[in-house]
Structure formats: structure tokens, C-alpha cells
């Protein structure tokens, strides 16, 4: 059974950045296309960005693009997402997860059959 661990939230101030990075340990993961989902207190599960397993084709929710970049090395099989310039609503607990399938396009988070326990970022004002 393959295994997603996040890491690197924490707390910044609005405006700010955070790195979040995702380990897997299948390395059949390393074909996979890997997306970022977050939910904040209250919410759903949202989707954030996704990466194709070549790192050749990206797509990002409308809330995050331009400020949010996706990225992935295959041979670390670990995938990455740049925050910056922070909004206060971007606090979440953010997940890492990997679907069977390839391709990016794929927003529904019951079509992702493994995930992560999740990493918390919180932006402050």
C-alpha cells in the first residue's frame, strides 16, 4: 500500500509564502499525476493545483493561480507546491493524493484513491 507524507506548513503572516513538499513511498507513484486538495475549518475538501507525472501539464483552481506553483522530482518521488502571497483564506490543512489514473483535469477528490494525513498552514493577518 503506497504512502503520501506531507510536510511543510506552519504559520506565516498574510502575503507571505510556504513550501509544502509530499514524499511518497510507491514507486509506481513517480507515473502518477499528483494533486494538492486543502480543506479549511468548516469547509469541504477543495481541489488546489495538479501536476502530470512528466511535470508536462498543470492545472490550478482559479483561486490560486498565479500565486501557487505545483512541481515534482521523480526521482526524489516527491512533489512540491509553492504558496505565495498568502491570503488569510488560505488556511487549511493541505493534502497530497494520487489517483490511479494520469492526465490532470481530475477535480473531484472521491476520484483519488490515495492520500496523505495532511500538513496544517495557517495565515495570519
Known amino acids: 500500500q503506497g504512502q503520501l507524507v506531507e510536510s511543510g506548513g506552519g504559520l506565516v503572516q498574510a502575503g507571505g509564502s510556504l513550501r509544502l513538499s509530499c514524499a511518497a513511498s510507491?514507486?509506481?507513484?513517480?507515473?502518477?499525476?499528483k494533486t494538492w486538495f486543502r480543506q479549511a475549518p468548516g469547509k469541504e475538501r477543495e481541489f488546489v493545483a495538479a501536476?502530470?507525472?512528466?511535470?508536462?501539464?498543470?492545472d490550478y483552481a482559479d483561486s490560486v493561480k498565479g500565486r501557487f506553483t505545483i512541481s515534482r522530482d521523480n526521482a526524489k518521488n516527491t512533489v512540491y507546491l509553492l504558496m505565495n502571497s498568502l491570503k488569510r483564506e488560505g488556511t487549511a490543512v493541505y493534502y497530497c493524493?494520487?489517483?490511479?489514473?494520469?492526465?490532470?483535469?481530475?477535480?473531484?477528490?472521491?476520484?483519488?484513491?490515495?492520500w496523505g494525513q495532511g500538513t496544517q498552514g495557517s495565515v495570519s493577518s
Open positions: 493524493a494520487v489517483r490511479l489514473g494520469t492526465g490532470v483535469g481530475v477535480r473531484d477528490r472521491n476520484e483519488y484513491n490515495y
Open positions: 510507491e514507486r509506481t507513484f513517480s507515473t502518477r499525476t
Open positions: 501536476l502530470n507525472w512528466n511535470g508536462g501539464s498543470t
